[in-house]
């Protein structure tokens, strides 16, 4: 915002210099502040945590998100996420069938996307040869932008900032899955002796549809 400062006439007789001074400077400190009411910063919009997502900015909220994709029983798979394609051309098998974790799937991720790109784009051919077409939206399924986990808010160390977590995205045969895995830090440890095990990752499945 510019501020225009009127100066007195040549006809008429000046004010001394400190007047003038004083006079400029009261209208410069006013435009400034008027600019100043109507400007935001983009922390105005931001919620509570964005910088410390910690136990005391409760529940857990999340503006950036880590993103990975798989697909199982399908003859043919793309997924379209952040304008990133994920792509299988051969037969896929079912997860269980390779001998791993669910989750384990799913440690590959495309880190750090603000939310939301627009929806994911699915076309994929299940097991029984069908085509099949979807868009799914994550700005709709996580508008609430809570971090999806299990555990208690008591059991998590003050002051421990909780990372973005990975949303998950799975095509089983006709079967879209969304889930959320979150690295929850904990007070203890999860495997008694294992002491690298103070976190939880709960695999937590959001959203489900079948076609």
């Known amino acids: 915002m510019t501020a225009h400062v009127m100066h007195p006439s040549s006809t008429n007789p000046r004010p001394p210099h400190h007047v003038r001074s004083m006079f400029i400077a009261s209208i410069l400190l006013l435009a400034i502040q008027g600019c100043s009411a109507t400007m935001t910063t983009s922390s105005d919009h931001m919620p509570s945590g964005e910088f410390d997502n910690t136990v005391s900015n409760w529940p857990l909220k999340f503006l950036r998100h880590d993103f990975s994709s798989k697909c199982f029983n399908t003859r043919d798979c793309t997924i379209n996420y952040n304008n990133f394609p994920h792509h299988w051309d051969e037969p896929t098998s079912s997860w269980q069938s390779y001998g791993y974790d669910h989750a384990e799937f799913f440690q590959t991720a495309e ?8 929806p994911a784009k699915l076309d994929w051919v299940s097991k029984d040869g069908s085509s099949h077409h979807a868009t799914v939206d994550m700005a709709e399924i996580f ?3 809570l971090i999806r986990h299990n555990v208690p808010r008591e059991e998590i160390p003050e002051g421990v900032s909780v990372v973005n977590p990975t949303i998950a ?5 006709r079967t879209v899955n969304v889930y959320m895995i979150a690295h929850i830090p904990t007070k203890h440890l999860q495997k008694p002796g294992n002491k690298y095990s103070d976190f939880r990752e709960d695999m937590i499945k959001v959203y489900s549809k079948t076609y």
């Open 143 to 145: 508008k609430d932008r």
């Open 169 to 173: 995205l799975e095509v089983d045969d």
């Open 111 to 118: 880190l750090s996307i603000a939310n939301f790109p627009p």
